[in-house]
């Protein structure tokens, strides 16, 4: 393992940045309104507790481990489980699919907590191991422990029901185990659907609210020895599970409660930060907090259990680390005082700090300008001031309710929902940030008749009104967006995916791409289908990596185009997969690969402002931000028999670029035909030139993708 540390700029940033808020604290000290001292008090804690925790999480984002994954030896004994309780069957035939086609000999064992037939039916078919016991004790742990009584291998991966892995999850793990100190192997936790509550998708960018715990601050821990098992897409060593005695069981967060121990005991734990596996992100607001609940009140239980900060076997780095994540869950209690201060200030006319608003604001305001600074370069790209403070005002009240586990010994253990469909009671969740809205709403007017007559003065005023309209506005913003979630229409997710696609009625076949891509259907916008109506049947062919995926399918709907688009018709399909149709052929592509963020070029990353500053300055123009322009086209080369089907991608300044399922002969003549073409002003055919520029993988094999150009242009 090596580390990766910050740029000399950074470093000198992050000392300022912890000078100027110990300055700034110690300061704050004689500002405090000692004739109000509940409420000054309170803020000035609150300020104590951001600073902390800005403090701990330089320590978790400082240093980041760089590991490279060591092959695997040959001949380890791997039991693979994925343990379920309520999820659909299609759910879970998917992570086995994925589970079973993954390379290094393993067995497969599906864990049914639900103790339902169907469940067995399905492993049957699909050739796993099936296992349920007679009881649900201790949910997930128990279950887990259960298994390693009718198990024996030595390794033992983990997936939850909805999590898909990669081919090679395997042979990118198991070789860290050559070091017999390491207990467990932990992978990042990515998700597949990037519509969910958890992301926010833009043009070019696809933000994921757990992007930074498991893209930074996981190798920040892993740097010291202290990364998370995070309960799933990891790798664990049966024999330090048998010596802590089995998976923990007194808390609600079995999977962190479970490092701890294996901490204590001197092993070692390794983080892999290559996203392997892809799961099923909470869809509404109501899944996204009851998790959020469950962590931190298990976080609240193993720190109680655990005695993190004084209990014996853990290194200060180890009990920084935990006491970090356990911290983090206070959050809320913090974010209620800073929503609470206006309206206090407002309906009261008390002011939590004496001082001269110069003085302050002079102090503040840097102290601040340097915290923003500091979580947005050592969040690498991360971070997102805007949408952070939404998500931290979004589950504020969860977070406080998560603190009774200081004092609840037993609390049940909590699935988190994955079926899309079941978005909850939205307005029930927000109510406690609708009430605290409220107030300060109503505290404005207040406010700004005390302003008028001066019984606040005018710069505090001004102050406490822009930090209530500020609140308010992330508010409307987190209500919108909770709302817009809660009126998912659709049964499960679709793929955003160009994929070469042709449709075929009464004998006339059309070339297109998908614009959204599922197991159960597709949108497809390509040539217009003469005579085509809604409810009319249409045979299909999908042209993925390696194969050809052919079903029949139904229209659901059938438009014409607008005038200019680069397509003649877009028509919804729902496929019609008989008991002997190749739907897993498809599901498997679909599912355990990053593929949609390749081939749509979208970034998870925002460069930081020092960062891009610095880039400017060298010369470096940074990323384009324009979107792909997509195409259909035929392929036709000597010795090829067929003309291939491809996508085509097409942006501003850049030559186009062309996705082929099959590696294609760049050195022999090629012609390519775009039917639509005639509708953007091409060529309709035309000679063209390849040039090999890389290939992006899926689970069924690799787009291969060139550059195109006109042969004349060679």
């Given at each position: 393992?090596?580390?990766?540390?910050?740029?000399?700029?950074?470093?000198?940033?992050?000392?300022?940045?912890?000078?100027?808020?110990?300055?700034?604290?110690?300061?704050?000290?004689?500002?405090?309104?000692?004739?109000?001292?509940?409420?000054?008090?309170?803020?000035?804690?609150?300020?104590?507790?951001?600073?902390?925790?800005?403090?701990?999480?330089?320590?978790?984002?400082?240093?980041?481990?760089?590991?490279?994954?060591?092959?695997?030896?040959?001949?380890?004994?791997?039991?693979?489980y994925v343990p379920t309780y309520n999820e659909s069957v299609e759910l879970i035939r998917r992570t086995l699919l994925a589970v079973m086609r993954m390379d290094y000999p393993h067995v497969t064992w599906l864990l049914d907590d639900g103790r339902r037939e169907s469940m067995r039916a399905l492993a049957q078919e699909l050739g796993c191991r099936y296992l349920a016991r007679s009881d649900n004790a201790h949910a997930k742990a128990g279950n887990l422990n259960h298994a390693l009584k009718h198990s024996s291998g030595e390794l033992i991966a983990i997936f939850d029901a909805d999590h898909a892995p990669r081919k090679d999850f395997l042979v990118k793990t198991l070789g860290y185990f050559r070091d017999q100190r390491v207990a467990f192997v932990q992978t990042p936790q990515d998700f597949f659907n990037i519509d969910s509550f958890n992301h926010r998708l833009g043009k070019k960018r696809v933000w994921d609210e757990q992007a930074l715990f498991f893209k930074v601050i996981q190798r920040g821990k892993d740097a010291l020895n202290a990364a998370f098992f995070c309960g799933s897409c990891a790798v664990i060593r049966r024999a330090a599970v048998a010596r802590i005695g089995g998976f923990a069981t007194e808390t609600v967060t079995e999977d962190v409660h479970t490092a701890i121990r294996m901490h204590k005991l001197g092993y070692q734990s390794v983080y892999h930060a290559e996203s392997l596996a892809f799961?099923?992100?909470?869809?509404?607001?109501?899944?996204?907090?009851?998790?959020?609940?469950?962590?931190?009140?298990?976080?609240?239980?193993?720190?109680?259990?655990?005695?993190?900060?004084?209990?014996?076997?853990?290194?200060?780095?180890?009990?920084?680390?935990?006491?970090?994540?356990?911290?983090?869950?206070?959050?809320?209690?913090?974010?209620?005082?800073?929503?609470?201060?206006?309206?206090?200030?407002?309906?009261?006319?008390?002011?939590?700090?004496?001082?001269?608003?110069?003085?302050?604001?002079?102090?503040?305001?840097?102290?601040?300008?340097?915290?923003?600074?500091?979580?947005?370069?050592?969040?690498?790209?991360?971070?997102?001031?805007?949408?952070?403070?939404?998500?931290?005002?979004?589950?504020?009240?969860?977070?406080?309710?998560?603190?009774?586990?200081?004092?609840?010994?037993?609390?049940?253990?909590?699935?988190?929902?994955?079926?899309?469909?079941?978005?909850?009671?939205?307005?029930?969740?927000?109510?406690?940030?609708?009430?605290?809205?409220?107030?300060?709403?109503?505290?404005?007017?207040?406010?700004?008749?005390?302003?008028?007559?001066?019984?606040?003065?005018?710069?505090?005023?001004?102050?406490?009104?822009?930090?209530?309209?500020?609140?308010?506005?992330?508010?409307?913003?987190?209500?919108?967006?909770?709302?817009?979630?809660?009126?998912?229409?659709?049964?499960?997710?679709?793929?955003?995916?160009?994929?070469?696609?042709?449709?075929?009625?009464?004998?006339?076949?059309?070339?297109?791409?998908?614009?959204?891509?599922?197991?159960?259907?597709?949108?497809?916008?390509?040539?217009?289908?003469?005579?085509?109506?809604?409810?009319?049947?249409?045979?299909?062919?999908?042209?993925?990596?390696?194969?050809?995926?052919?079903?029949?399918?139904?229209?659901?709907?059938?438009?014409?185009?607008?005038?200019?688009?680069?397509?003649?018709?877009?028509?919804?399909?729902?496929?019609?997969?008989?008991?002997?149709?190749?739907?897993?052929?498809?599901?498997?592509?679909?599912?355990?690969?990053?593929?949609?963020?390749?081939?749509?070029?979208?970034?998870?990353?925002?460069?930081?402002?020092?960062?891009?500053?610095?880039?400017?300055?060298?010369?470096?123009?940074?990323?384009?931000?324009?979107?792909?322009?997509?195409?259909?086209?035929?392929?036709?080369?000597?010795?090829?028999?067929?003309?291939?089907?491809?996508?085509?991608?097409?942006?501003?300044?850049?030559?186009?670029?062309?996705?082929?399922?099959?590696?294609?002969?760049?050195?022999?003549?090629?012609?390519?035909?775009?039917?639509?073409?005639?509708?953007?002003?091409?060529?309709?055919?035309?000679?063209?030139?390849?040039?090999?520029?890389?290939?992006?993988?899926?689970?069924?094999?690799?787009?291969?993708?060139?550059?195109?150009?006109?042969?004349?242009?060679?």
């Amino acid at each position: 393992m090596t580390t990766e540390l910050p740029g000399r700029a950074i470093r000198w940033l992050v000392v300022a940045y912890v000078l100027v808020g110990l300055t700034y604290l110690a300061w704050r000290i004689d500002t405090i309104n000692l004739s109000a001292p509940l409420f000054s008090i309170a803020l000035y804690a609150a300020e104590v507790y951001g600073y902390i925790s800005g403090l701990l999480f330089v320590l978790m984002t400082y240093r980041l481990s760089v590991r490279e994954a060591p092959p695997p030896e040959p001949g380890l004994s791997v039991d693979v489980y994925v343990p379920t309780y309520n999820e659909s069957v299609e759910l879970i035939r998917r992570t086995l699919l994925a589970v079973m086609r993954m390379d290094y000999p393993h067995v497969t064992w599906l864990l049914d907590d639900g103790r339902r037939e169907s469940m067995r039916a399905l492993a049957q078919e699909l050739g796993c191991r099936y296992l349920a016991r007679s009881d649900n004790a201790h949910a997930k742990a128990g279950n887990l422990n259960h298994a390693l009584k009718h198990s024996s291998g030595e390794l033992i991966a983990i997936f939850d029901a909805d999590h898909a892995p990669r081919k090679d999850f395997l042979v990118k793990t198991l070789g860290y185990f050559r070091d017999q100190r390491v207990a467990f192997v932990q992978t990042p936790q990515d998700f597949f659907n990037i519509d969910s509550f958890n992301h926010r998708l833009g043009k070019k960018r696809v933000w994921d609210e757990q992007a930074l715990f498991f893209k930074v601050i996981q190798r920040g821990k892993d740097a010291l020895n202290a990364a998370f098992f995070c309960g799933s897409c990891a790798v664990i060593r049966r024999a330090a599970v048998a010596r802590i005695g089995g998976f923990a069981t007194e808390t609600v967060t079995e999977d962190v409660h479970t490092a701890i121990r294996m901490h204590k005991l001197g092993y070692q734990s390794v983080y892999h930060a290559e996203s392997l596996a892809f799961g099923l992100a909470p869809h509404s607001i109501d899944t996204y907090l009851k998790q959020r609940m469950r962590w931190g009140m298990g976080a609240m239980q193993v720190f109680r259990r655990e005695n993190i900060l004084f209990g014996r076997g853990l290194t200060l780095g180890q009990r920084l680390n935990y006491l970090a994540s356990a911290l983090f869950f206070f959050e809320g209690w913090q974010k209620l005082v800073f929503f609470l201060t206006p309206p206090v200030v407002f309906l009261t006319g008390v002011l939590p700090i004496i001082s001269p608003l110069n003085n302050f604001l002079l102090l503040f305001c840097l102290y601040y300008l340097l915290s923003i600074l500091v979580h947005l370069e050592l969040g690498r790209g991360y971070n997102s001031l805007f949408l952070s403070e939404q998500y931290a005002m979004a589950r504020f009240f969860a977070f406080m309710s998560t603190s009774v586990g200081l004092f609840r010994k037993n609390i049940p253990f909590a699935v988190t929902d994955k079926q899309m469909t079941q978005t909850g009671k939205m307005w029930l969740w927000l109510s406690p940030l609708l009430v605290l809205c409220a107030v300060a709403a109503a505290s404005v007017p207040v406010g700004l008749y005390r302003i008028y007559t001066g019984s606040i003065p005018l710069g505090a005023g001004l102050v406490t009104l822009f930090w209530t309209l500020m609140t308010l506005g992330s508010a409307a913003a987190v209500a919108a967006y909770a709302r817009k979630h809660s009126r998912n229409r659709r049964a499960e997710y679709r793929f955003p995916l160009r994929v070469p696609a042709t449709l075929t009625v009464n004998g006339k076949t059309c070339l297109g791409l998908t614009a959204d891509l599922s197991p159960n259907g597709a949108l497809y916008l390509g040539e217009a289908i003469p005579g085509l109506a809604l409810g009319d049947a249409v045979d299909v062919a999908l042209h993925l990596p390696n194969l050809i995926v052919r079903d029949t399918a139904i229209a659901t709907f059938v438009r014409a185009a607008a005038p200019g688009a680069p397509y003649g018709m877009s028509v919804g399909l729902r496929f019609n997969w008989s008991a002997h149709g190749n739907t897993g052929a498809l599901e498997t592509f679909l599912f355990g690969s990053r593929l949609q963020l390749e081939m749509g070029a979208l970034r998870e990353t925002e460069t930081p402002p020092l960062t891009r500053l610095a880039e400017i300055l060298g010369g470096d123009e940074g990323r384009s931000s324009v979107a792909y322009i997509w195409a259909a086209g035929l392929l036709m080369q000597p010795l090829r028999v067929d003309m291939l089907p491809v996508a085509i991608a097409t942006m501003d300044g850049a030559a186009p670029l062309l996705f082929s399922s099959t590696e294609l002969d760049f050195h022999a003549s090629a012609t390519l035909r775009q039917p639509l073409a005639a509708r953007a002003g091409g060529a309709h055919e035309q000679s063209i030139r390849l040039t090999p520029t890389g290939r992006v993988s899926t689970p069924t094999g690799d787009f291969h993708l060139y550059h195109i150009a006109p042969h004349s242009a060679a």
